[in-house]
């Protein structure tokens, strides 16, 4: 191979791998988060329908995340010996049934244990999905591949807010309520996309037949070569080490930060919204709910692809949050509906622009032989923030009458993530740490 040869392979194997992955991974996630957070939509019809308390959907919000927290760093361990191909469609047939069963619940046990169980299936999902990343594109071009997979979250509520609150008012089929409906129509589409993965993704560059052979060659020993860097820089070797190491620890307590925002937000933004104007019908509610997250997909790819190509990491994933988290507690204090709505775009803004840079952090010292364990521990740890963040919204709404108290305190929590983010300087490589000065 000559030279010009050899410059140019990089570039078009790596075009191939994003518009062969990314768009069916952000698809898969995009259904991924709005069967999570769909139980916020159905809320404006079903708490009323069962009779639940702000402070039992808060609770019901959150369990999801135990059965999550419990079985995600097994089910991850699981994926890394099976090939992500299977144990992904795995993950995405079973919750989308659990889905379609919560339609017919009839109290709050039943979601109690459905949710639970919901989380336990798709346990994996996520940190495999970023396991999976790690096979296919170098450190250098991760943060944007993590970012454009996180507009996911945007997207699944740009999309997910209209349609889920038009189900709800306008389909009533068979005489079933329309949250009913809501779990029904949006489970389907795990359970078809979970046959349609085993058959679409690859586990491998080097299993890739839609690659030429130069350029399976060239991506899998580009992968190799930064693992052994990883492994010569003092990366761990059993799971013992990944287990105890505080670097693991400090990622996983900033991420749970950001968890409690990004969900003690997104399960009550549309009974937030509805307190602005209690006159607005669900399907207005959907419609407003998709500017904060608009704005946000925007964001935080721009957001990452600064941070990709300044090579800077800390400030990138600290600023986004210690201003989403003032923006977000100033939101359950000022009195005009306008300029609180406004500081909430701020702070979804805030939390969504942290994740790209934030998950290019444990690659800095995890190579691949302990890459699932880390991501899985930091993501499991994190995740607690999913309990607490809805769990959190639902009690102090339920004393306080208003959602303005949950509104400052889970501020405070995505600003401490903010910080925490600023202090891991402490630990970077020196390269690292120059950038991020």
């Given at each position: 191979m000559n030279t010009r040869e050899n410059e140019e392979i990089g570039p078009r194997t790596l075009k191939k791998v994003s518009a062969r992955l990314l768009p069916f991974l952000i698809l898969l996630y995009v259904i991924a988060y709005l069967d999570r957070v769909n139980f916020g939509f159905a809320a404006l019809q079903m708490n009323s329908a069962l009779g639940l308390s702000s402070e039992v959907f808060g609770f019901l919000s959150g369990i999801f995340f135990i059965g999550y927290l419990l079985f995600e760093l097994p089910s991850n361990l699981i994926l890394q010996k099976t090939g992500a191909r299977t144990w992904i469609a795995r993950i995405l047939i079973s919750w989308g049934i659990v889905v379609i069963i919560t339609a017919f619940a009839t109290g709050a046990l039943q979601l109690a244990v459905l949710r639970f169980v919901l989380g336990v299936m798709e346990a994996g999902f996520f940190p495999g999905i970023l396991l999976y990343l790690t096979y296919w594109f170098r450190e250098g071009e991760r943060a944007k591949a993590v970012a454009l997979l996180m507009t996911a979250?945007?997207?699944?509520?740009?999309?997910?807010?209209?349609?889920?609150?038009?189900?709800?008012?306008?389909?009533?089929?068979?005489?079933?309520?329309?949250?009913?409906?809501?779990?029904?129509?949006?489970?389907?589409?795990?359970?078809?996309?979970g046959l349609v993965t085993y058959w679409y993704l690859t586990d491998r560059p080097e299993d890739a037949r839609w690659l030429e052979q130069e350029e399976r060659d060239w991506l899998a020993g580009e992968i190799r070569k930064e693992n052994s860097e990883r492994q010569k820089q003092g990366g761990h070797r059993d799971l013992t080490s990944v287990v105890t190491d505080r670097r693991v620890w400090h990622l996983a307590l900033v991420y749970c930060m950001l968890v409690i925002?990004?969900?003690?937000?997104?399960?009550?933004?549309?009974?937030?919204?509805?307190?602005?104007?209690?006159?607005?019908?669900?399907?207005?509610?959907?419609?407003?709910?998709?500017?904060?997250?608009?704005?946000?997909?925007?964001?935080?790819?721009?957001?990452?692809?600064?941070?990709?190509?300044?090579?800077?990491?800390?400030?990138?994933?600290?600023?986004?949050?210690?201003?989403?988290?003032?923006?977000?507690?100033?939101?359950?204090?000022?009195?005009?509906?306008?300029?609180?709505?406004?500081?909430?775009?701020?702070?979804?803004?805030?939390?969504?622009?942290?994740?790209?840079?934030?998950?290019?952090?444990?690659?800095?010292?995890?190579?691949?032989?302990?890459?699932?364990?880390?991501?899985?521990?930091?993501?499991?740890?994190?995740?607690?923030?999913?309990?607490?963040?809805?769990?959190?919204?639902?009690?102090?709404?339920?004393?306080?009458?208003?959602?303005?108290?949950?509104?400052?305190?889970?501020?405070?929590?995505?600003?401490?993530?903010?910080?925490?983010?600023?202090?891991?300087?402490?630990?970077?490589?020196?390269?690292?740490?120059?950038?991020?000065?």
């Open positions: 979250l945007a997207i699944s509520t740009i999309v997910g807010a209209p349609v889920s609150t038009w189900i709800l008012d306008s389909i009533h089929w068979f005489g079933m309520e329309g949250w009913r409906w809501l779990f029904v129509l949006e489970g389907l589409p795990a359970v078809i996309l925002a990004l969900y003690g937000l997104g399960f009550w933004m549309p009974q937030i919204i509805r307190s602005m104007n209690g006159g607005l019908s669900n399907t207005s509610i959907g419609l407003i709910m998709t500017v904060p997250y608009a704005c946000a997909g925007v964001a935080m790819i721009l957001w990452s692809r600064h941070s990709d190509r300044t090579g800077e990491r800390r400030w990138h994933t600290a600023l986004p949050p210690l201003i989403g988290g003032l923006a977000l507690a100033g939101s359950g204090v000022v009195a005009s509906p306008g300029w609180a709505f406004l500081l909430l775009v701020i702070a979804t803004v805030g939390i969504f622009c942290a994740f790209g840079p934030f998950w290019t952090l444990p690659s800095i010292f995890l190579a691949e032989i302990t890459a699932a364990a880390g991501i899985a521990v930091i993501n499991s740890v994190g995740n607690a923030g999913g309990f607490v963040g809805p769990t959190l919204m639902g009690y102090l709404t339920q004393v306080t009458g208003s959602t303005h108290a949950g509104l400052v305190v889970i501020g405070a929590c995505l600003a401490l993530g903010g910080a925490g983010a600023a202090a891991v300087s402490r630990w970077l490589p020196a390269e690292t740490s120059r950038n991020a000065r």
